[in-house]
């Protein structure tokens, strides 16, 4: 995990991870960084299948224990995303049964210093505890409202013993929210991203094609109770391919992370992003992302508020 210079040179002063997912103390977080956070004093916290921070130089911080993820199937174990609480609590979420030996069913917290939260999650469930329908199931985004509580979506229909198809709020001690999505049908596909708004509405993008029963194009918004915002993308198609990642704008536009066909250009792959207004749609080049292409798109206040 190399870091770069403003002007994209590479920082050689940051010593970071190898490309095993090593640091200078020989602490693994698993091959791959499926996630990070940087924190206000310049410390990374990396994810894998554990969890490791760095110092601003890149080095171990000798202060931050290191939490390991246990699996509970063939397919693997992973951490996939974290968010940073407040109070300086970092939630995990992924495909994992375990963390630090405990039983943490794809969520957990840990402390401000790298310890496993016993009281989060405590006697139960957690998500996709049993994995219904059978396969992998997993936490995919985590975000964190003003009031503490915790929104969770991914690929999961069980919640603390309760169903909730990808998509679910938590209390602060990790139990269930049960006022939101409460007799809904949630997201009929994988929800892989999630943005909260200052008004407290939900925007969720994924692979779904329906949110409540009701057609929804990979993006929709959501209402503080779990319902449908009806207003948002009423009569619009959304987006035409997966939607991965999603970000607001301060200016009230939503961008997003879509996938798209390969294509070449002078032998190379790349992305196309688009910048969407109600009158037109701007494409520009951005790079490449693995095997699958990707586009971010800006909808306008004039075509789908945010």
């Given at each position: 995990?190399?870091?770069?210079?403003?002007?994209?040179t590479?920082d050689t002063?940051?010593k970071?991870?190898?490309?095993e997912g090593?640091a200078?103390?020989?602490?693994?977080?698993?091959?791959?960084v499926?996630?990070?956070?940087?924190?206000?004093?310049?410390?990374?916290?990396?994810a894998?299948?554990?969890?490791?921070?760095?110092?601003?130089?890149?080095?171990?911080?000798?202060?931050?224990d290191?939490?390991?993820?246990?699996?509970?199937?063939?397919?693997?174990?992973?951490?996939?995303?974290?968010?940073l609480?407040r109070d300086?609590?970092?939630?995990?979420?992924?495909?994992?049964?375990?963390v630090?030996?405990?039983?943490r069913y794809?969520?957990a917290?840990?402390t401000?210093n790298?310890?496993?939260?016993?009281v989060?999650?405590?006697?139960?469930?957690?998500?996709?505890?049993?994995?219904?329908?059978e396969g992998?199931?997993?936490?995919?985004?985590i975000?964190?409202q003003?009031?503490?509580?915790?929104?969770?979506?991914?690929?999961?229909?069980?919640v603390?013993?309760?169903s909730?198809?990808?998509?679910a709020?938590?209390n602060h001690?990790?139990?269930l929210?049960t006022?939101?999505?409460?007799?809904?049908?949630?997201a009929?596909?994988?929800?892989?991203?999630?943005?909260?708004?200052?008004?407290?509405?939900?925007?969720?993008?994924?692979?779904?094609?329906?949110?409540?029963?009701?057609e929804r194009?990979?993006?929709?918004?959501l209402n503080v109770?779990?319902?449908?915002?009806?207003n948002?993308?009423?009569?619009?198609?959304?987006?035409?391919?997966?939607?991965?990642?999603?970000e607001?704008?301060?200016?009230?536009?939503?961008?997003?992370?879509?996938?798209l066909?390969?294509?070449?250009e002078?032998g190379?792959?790349?992305l196309r992003?688009?910048i969407?207004t109600?009158?037109s749609?701007?494409a520009?080049?951005?790079?490449c992302w693995?095997?699958?292409?990707?586009?971010?798109?800006?909808w306008?206040?004039?075509t789908?508020?945010?």
């Amino acid at each position: 995990m190399p870091r770069l210079n403003t002007d994209g040179t590479l920082d050689t002063g940051f010593k970071g991870l190898d490309p095993e997912g090593i640091a200078a103390d020989a602490v693994n977080v698993g091959g791959t960084v499926n996630a990070l956070l940087l924190g206000r004093d310049g410390k990374v916290t990396v994810a894998g299948h554990g969890v490791q921070r760095l110092n601003a130089d890149g080095s171990p911080d000798e202060a931050f224990d290191y939490a390991g993820v246990g699996t509970c199937t063939t397919e693997g174990m992973s951490i996939a995303t974290m968010a940073l609480q407040r109070d300086g609590k970092y939630l995990l979420g992924g495909h994992f049964c375990d963390v630090s030996g405990v039983s943490r069913y794809n969520i957990a917290r840990l402390t401000e210093n790298g310890r496993l939260d016993l009281v989060f999650q405590n006697g139960m469930d957690g998500l996709g505890r049993p994995c219904v329908p059978e396969g992998i199931c997993s936490a995919i985004a985590i975000a964190v409202q003003d009031d503490g509580q915790v929104l969770v979506v991914g690929e999961f229909a069980i919640v603390n013993g309760v169903s909730r198809n990808r998509i679910a709020r938590l209390n602060h001690d990790g139990s269930l929210d049960t006022s939101f999505q409460d007799g809904l049908a949630g997201a009929n596909e994988r929800v892989t991203s999630i943005a909260l708004q200052r008004d407290g509405k939900v925007m969720i993008g994924g692979w779904f094609t329906t949110v409540n029963g009701v057609e929804r194009g990979r993006v929709a918004r959501l209402n503080v109770d779990g319902t449908l915002d009806e207003n948002f993308l009423n009569g619009l198609s959304g987006a035409n391919s997966d939607v991965y990642a999603l970000e607001l704008q301060s200016d009230g536009r939503c961008l997003s992370v879509e996938s798209l066909p390969w294509s070449m250009e002078s032998g190379a792959m790349v992305l196309r992003a688009s910048i969407r207004t109600a009158a037109s749609t701007r494409a520009f080049r951005m790079g490449c992302w693995g095997s699958t292409m990707v586009s971010a798109s800006l909808w306008s206040k004039g075509t789908a508020r945010c």
